[in-house]
């Protein structure tokens, strides 16, 4: 700031305290002596007479700023002649001290002088010279401002001349530099020029002031000495900060207060900087240091208010600010539970209330602030907080489930999960408060159960998307603790129905918490009474019914048997939305059709079970109103619920007694009712684009058809001709043929696109595809039932009821049960593609009645779609899985079977292990697609088994059910092995009476049957692999021994084990026969079948704690023991001694069990494999090449595994055959395993070593022609043994080379 420039404000001083009496204001000096002041004649302004009082008042206002000394201490006012006298005495006890210390200095020699000069350094380091010169200055600037006395008047300091003011510069001491830049000086100089910051402590203030002497002075100021700062303020209360412009010309003297960081404005004048040169630099510095500090900080708060608190005082750590530079920026949220920037978060102000926490310096909360404040004391906190954390919830849910979310939160990207608990965890602690805190703790828990994941129909199967959140919940307690708030009602409606739709969620996630729903005390009552059971008329104040409670009551049906018979009861009360039909109903039109449309959804549900069909004879006039209603309305949700209620009310009159209770609903009732024509009339406006409507009355119509079957005259002929009469003529030409062939349609394009569907679409889809396979297994459905009652399982028709599309429906069947669709869905999904699985079963019964279909495609079809059933279609596959059986005849089958199998019951010694793995628990039984008069009498539950009990790799503990998996053929050998231990064992049927081997001979029949045919129309999928098949070779051989065989064997006479059967040793010879390097070069189909190695094969079997090293370990250990050199038991030994697996099976067998090396003389082109390279390549190096060349000395090695000696040993010896290069270490090595070869060797040994050649890019060459070979490389091989051996062994060799 130049000297000509003032400040805004002169200063602020207090006046002399007087010690006269204060007198009275002038205003009432004059009053008279009645009390009374004196009369104001307003014939002068209110102003005028102001300024004649201030006038001749002594408090007239000074024109003048008097001067204040910077930072000078507070003195109390004394007389000047008694500070004449302090300056007098001060200089003379100054002068005789220095007069001493001259003396002193005089009398020192120069060493002492010196010595002295450097103690004074040291203690005062090197500013010692600049610091006596200020001493001494002050001392001349102290001497200089006494008042000058002339002729005994005292003379004040304004008035001394100019030169006695100024700073004389002193001279520097001896030994000290002076360069130093003395602007400090010169602009100590105009101090007085300039007023005095406004804060700044004045000298005149006295110790004691009073009110009446505090005044506040302003300077005269001029426009151009005011430039406002283009700085957002830090809140709207804060006016724009007022200061003096910086000067056009830089100013060294002047010290820069720094710049403000916290906007990016620019200054309008900026300073051009110059750096200092030379001697300038470190007096520049000084000054710096020394500078007044920018106002408002912590050390000009300190200096001002605290001047004798040292800076590193702990107690003024308050005032210094947070330290976020060493510390890395933490994500923050705004109120919403948007993420905020870090740039943005320094610089928002602070009125937007995001600075309300331990860290001012940044806007927003980080999720610690957010947690901390969610349990706050004060409701509104708590309540922003919790509002926050839905916001973040929200955006992390949708993070989770969609990966191309476009506002991701980086930061927290895979720690969603981790974060949801703690969120949860924040919402339920709120739950119990009241007013805002409450509903805000509802709505965090809603979107961390309901709004998070994916949406899901799972009325048909358990969701299980979320088990770890189902711990944090506290299930049980969560229940209790909402049913207090449903029964109190203190909440808003919305946040009621937001807790409606939480127990909706957690209906929906499993039949565990279904039932704990069901159990918990006075809630399913607080449910109905607040969401269903409302005023009839509603009050305007009063919630309109919430269909949301219909639909959560028809989960919890769907969940179990239990939990249908316990909502029979309220299910009266639902009553009232059927009976008022929309049109008529005092709620809202739209509101009633979907009320009427979830009851009668509910109603379906629970005759799904054979529960509540009385309803229909109790409210039968309602019921017939009703359908005329359905008949005129155009709503599609209406038809379809009100079609799938007489569906499965005429399946529970197809057989009362399997209703509960029996007979709650007659045959007779449902004729009379005319319940077949009525599903019929639906037809009637319904378009092709109408598929799911067009599916329900079909189903109806089956129902109807499969009911009369059984109760109607002549089995429902009369009604068939009526049905057909009226449905042919659509489907030659009218709409539902134009239906089927659109549904066909869909369906390959829904299933092409599949796998280009991003995950959050796919359920959609897999929806769509639900759809259009209900519409197919409803209309072949149909289509049987219209068959005559005597060609049920006959041969092809002479004439098909209606006509179908039937060359597409078989193309299509073709593809998708070859589709990886079925791989792709698990749980949920399965749901949606349960009619797809129906549809392949009631194609299978269509397509025996085909054209053109032969019994052993109709085998391949049944054994391909058995695998493609899901949970709840075991009549489905039970019935497949009979057809089948029923087509492998004896004559059949031909020489393929043994007449002995079929002489000890053929299938039925395995037909009990088959059903048990279609089924095996059977207190479980899950509802098929469409309702069976079995199903409502024995169904315990509607919805499918969620994922993680359907695990794809299942253990000897759990059994496996459908879907089936790969190894199902093998089935009752698994049972075998663990006779002990088997259910079915337990549960045989006392008729049954199988030895061992008789199980394990119509096992592998089985296998052998199923495994030609599907392979001969190319359904390889559906065929074993070659590991499955070794493996399911070797359990053969690991069965116990000791059995009474009816066939000995003429090596061993009297049998012991299952595998010495012939009729069992052939059956396996030709199952593996097929998987030979003989039959993959003869391009056999089985050889070319995708494979996967023993240990995955195994792992359905064995379980994940049992590791197939160990079962080959006793494998191997068994046929040391019992083989006797067995042909088919030894070739089960080679496949795990491929290159593939881990060297400790070739370690056991070559080093472990090398006795057994002679016993094993498999041929090549026997070897179980499907490319001999995989045992020859990668050559083998290290500790195996010892162990081979250890054989082949002994000769205990022929065959196969001769080959793979000569071929490991030749292969480290001879370059030719490397295909790398090696060291001379390695080099070393060849030679001296030559050399061992040779000495020790026999002659074939050396022969077979010297000549075996292979290419690894050419086809393998198998013994002899691999040692027959010629070429280059001979020549190649003698020079190289004549550099390992010498010239004398080689000449010996040369015989071998050339001969």
Excluded at 706 to 733: A, C, P
Excluded at 1082 to 1095: H, R, T, Y
Excluded at 1214 to 1224: K, M, T
Aim: charged letters at 20%; aromatic letters at 8%.
């Amino acid at each position: 700031m130049s000297s000509t420039e003032k400040s805004l404000i002169g200063s602020v001083f207090e006046r002399k305290t007087s010690t006269a009496q204060s007198l009275p204001s002038p205003r009432f000096a004059k009053t008279p002596g009645s009390g009374f002041p004196a009369v104001q004649h307003r014939s002068k302004s209110a102003f005028a007479r102001a300024k004649e009082e201030e006038k001749s008042s002594s408090n007239a206002r000074h024109t003048t700023v008097p001067l204040v000394n910077l930072a000078s201490p507070a003195k109390q006012p004394r007389s000047r002649d008694l500070e004449v006298d302090s300056h007098t005495a001060d200089d003379a006890m100054r002068q005789q001290i220095s007069d001493e210390n001259e003396r002193r200095v005089a009398n020192m020699t120069e060493e002492e002088r010196e010595q002295e000069r450097c103690e004074v350094l040291e203690q005062l380091g090197s500013g010692a010279a600049d610091l006596l010169e200020r001493v001494r200055a002050a001392r001349s600037r102290n001497t200089t401002k006494a008042p000058a006395r002339s002729e005994g008047i005292l003379v004040p300091n304004e008035q001394a001349p100019e030169a006695s003011r100024e700073i004389p510069i002193v001279s520097s001491l001896p030994g000290f530099t002076t360069g130093r830049n003395l602007s400090r000086v010169k602009s100590l100089e105009d101090f007085g020029k300039r007023a005095p910051p406004i804060l700044v402590k004045s000298s005149t203030r006295p110790s004691s002031p009073n009110k009446a002497s505090r005044q506040l002075r302003f300077a005269a100021l001029t426009p151009g000495d005011v430039y406002v700062y283009e700085s957002a303020p830090v809140s709207p209360k804060r006016k724009a900060i007022a200061l003096p412009p910086p000067p056009d010309v830089p100013d060294p003297s002047i010290v820069s207060l720094g710049t403000f960081k916290e906007n990016g404005l620019p200054r309008k004048r900026p300073l051009s900087p110059a750096s200092p040169k030379g001697d300038d630099r470190p007096a520049q510095k000084i000054t710096d240091d020394r500078s007044e500090p920018e106002e408002g900080t912590p050390e000009y708060i300190r200096r001002r208010y605290f001047p004798n608190m040292p800076a590193d005082n702990p107690s003024m750590s308050w005032m210094k600010p947070s330290s976020f530079i060493s510390e890395p920026v933490l994500l923050r949220f705004d109120l919403t539970g948007a993420p905020i920037p870090a740039d943005i978060s320094a610089a928002l102000p602070s009125h937007l209330g995001l600075h309300h926490h331990a860290d001012g310096d940044h806007a927003g909360y980080t999720l610690d602030d957010i947690f901390l404040l969610s349990r706050s004391t004060v409701p509104a906190q708590r309540t922003m907080m919790l509002n926050i954390l839905v916001g973040i919830a929200r955006r992390l849910g949708m993070q989770a489930r969609d990966p191309n979310y476009a506002d991701r939160i980086e930061e927290l990207q895979g720690k969603e999960e981790e974060l949801r608990k703690r969120i949860l965890a924040a919402g339920l602690s709120a739950m119990n408060e009241k007013g805002g805190v409450g509903v805000r703790a509802i709505e965090v828990v809603r979107e961390c159960i309901v709004d998070w994941d994916a949406v899901f129909d799972a009325e048909h199967a358990e969701l299980d998307l979320a088990p770890a959140i189902m711990s944090v919940l506290q299930v049980p307690d969560f229940l209790t603790q909402a049913t207090e708030i449903f029964t109190q009602e203190s909440l808003p409606p919305e946040s009621l129905a937001q807790l409606l739709s939480i127990v909706f969620r957690l209906s929906q996630e499993s039949n565990t918490i279904a039932d704990s729903i069901l159990k918990t005390p006075r809630l399913l009552p607080a449910l109905i009474q607040t969401f269903l059971l409302t005023p009839i008329p509603p009050p305007s104040d009063t919630p309109l019914p919430n269909p949301v409670a219909l639909r959560c009551l028809t989960v919890l049906a769907s969940s179990s048997r239990t939990n249908a018979m316990a909502l029979c009861e309220p299910a009266d009360a639902l009553l009232r939305f059927i009976t008022m039909l929309p049109p008529t109903s005092p709620f809202p039109e739209s509101l009633a059709a979907h009320l009427l449309i979830e009851t009668l959804r509910l109603y379906a549900t629970l005759a799904s079970y054979g529960l509540y069909s009385h309803i229909a004879t109790s409210a039968a006039s309602y019921f017939a109103s009703l359908f005329t209603y359905i008949v005129s309305s155009k709503s599609k949700p209406l038809k379809v619920a009100w079609a799938g209620l007489v569906e499965a009310w005429i399946v529970c009159a197809t057989d009362p007694h399997h209703t509960t209770p029996p007979h709650d609903i007659l045959w007779s009732q449902v004729t009379s009712w005319g319940w077949g024509a009525e599903v019929l009339q639906l037809r009637q406006g319904i378009t092709e684009e109408e598929g799911e409507v067009w599916a329900a009355i079909w189903s109806a119509s089956s129902a109807w058809l499969e009911g009369t079957r059984v109760n109607g005259i002549r089995g429902g002929e009369g009604e068939r001709v009526e049905t057909l009469n009226t449905i042919q003529d659509g489907f030659s030409k009218g709409v539902e043929h134009n239906v089927v062939t659109a549904s066909l349609e869909a369906l390959r394009a829904e299933l092409a696109q599949i796998h280009d569907t991003p995950l959050p679409e796919r359920y959609q889809r897999l929806q769509r595809i639900g759809m259009h396979g209900r519409v197919l297994s409803s209309v072949v459905r149909l289509w049987l039932a219209c068959m005559p009652v005597t060609n049920t399982d006959a041969s092809p028709l002479g004439a098909p009821p209606f006509n179908l599309p039937f060359t597409e429906l078989s193309s299509f069947c073709a593809s998708v049960v070859s589709h990886s669709l079925w791989s792709l869905v698990t749980g949920v999904e399965r749901a949606a593609c349960k009619h797809l699985a129906t549809f392949l079963a009631y194609f299978h019964r269509l397509s025996r009645h085909i054209p053109g279909t032969s019994p052993d495609l109709w085998v391949a079809q049944g054994v391909a779609i058995l695998e493609r059933q899901l949970p709840g279609e075991e009549e489905h596959a039970f019935q497949i899985l009979g057809a089948i059986l029923g087509i492998l005849t004896p004559q059949f089958l031909g020489a393929m079977a043994h007449p002995s199998i079929w002489e000890k019951g053929g299938w039925s010694v395995i037909k009990p292990f088959l059903d048990y793995t279609i089924r095996p628990n059977r207190e479980v039984y899950i509802a098929p697609s469409d309702v069976t008069p079995e199903s409502i009498m024995r169904c315990t539950t509607l919805r499918l088994p969620s994922s993680s009990s359907l695990s794809s790799v299942p253990d000897e503990h759990r059994p496996t059910g459908l879907p089936l998996p790969h190894l199902w053929l093998t089935s009752p050998i698994d049972h075998l092995l663990r006779s002990g231990s088997s259910p079915v064992f337990k549960a045989l049927p006392s008729s049954w009476d199988a030895s061992e081997v008789d199980v394990v001979r119509a096992s592998l029949l089985f296998i052998k049957a199923t495994q030609e045919i599907v392979v001969r129309y190319s359904l390889n999928q559906f065929a074993l692999k070659r590991s499955e098949m070794v493996f399911a070779c070797m359990k053969v051989f690991m069965l116990e021994h000791g059995q009474q065989q009816e066939y000995p064997s003429p090596a061993t006479g009297d049998e012991e084990e299952v595998f010495r059967d012939l009729i069992v040793s052939k059956l396996l010879s030709d199952l593996l026969a097929p998987f030979t390097l003989s039959a993959a070069s003869a391009s056999s189909p089985s050889s070319k079948l995708p494979d996967i190695d023993l240990e995955q094969a195994s792992l359905p079997f064995l379980g994940s704690g049992t590791p197939f090293y160990q079962f080959y370990t006793d494998f191997l250990a068994l046929y040391d023991a019992i083989s006797f050199s067995h042909s088919t038991f030894a070739s089960l030994l080679l496949p795990p001694l491929a290159l593939t697996y881990p060297i400790d099976y070739r370690r056991i067998l070559w080093a472990d069990f090398a006795h057994v090396l002679r016993t094993v003389r498999t041929p090549v082109d026997q070897v179980i494999a499907g490319d001999l390279r995989d045992f020859l390549y990668p050559i083998e190096k290290g500790e195996m090449i010892g162990k081979y060349a250890g054989a082949l000395l002994q000769g205990s090695v022929d065959g196969f595994l001769r080959l793979v000696a000569v071929h490991h040993v030749a292969c480290n010896i001879w370059p030719d055959l490397r295909s790398e290069e090696v060291g001379a270490e390695q080099e070393d090595a060849a030679k001296m395993l030559l050399k061992m070869v040779v000495e020790k060797g026999d002659g074939r040994v050396v022969r077979e070593v010297l000549r075996y050649r292979q290419v690894r890019e050419e086809t393998v060459v198998y013994p002899p022609a691999c040692f027959e070979t010629s070429g280059e490389w001979i020549a190649d091989r003698a020079e190289f043994s004549r550099q390992a051996l010498g010239s004398e062994l080689h000449e010996r060799l040369e015989g071998v080379f050339y001969g």
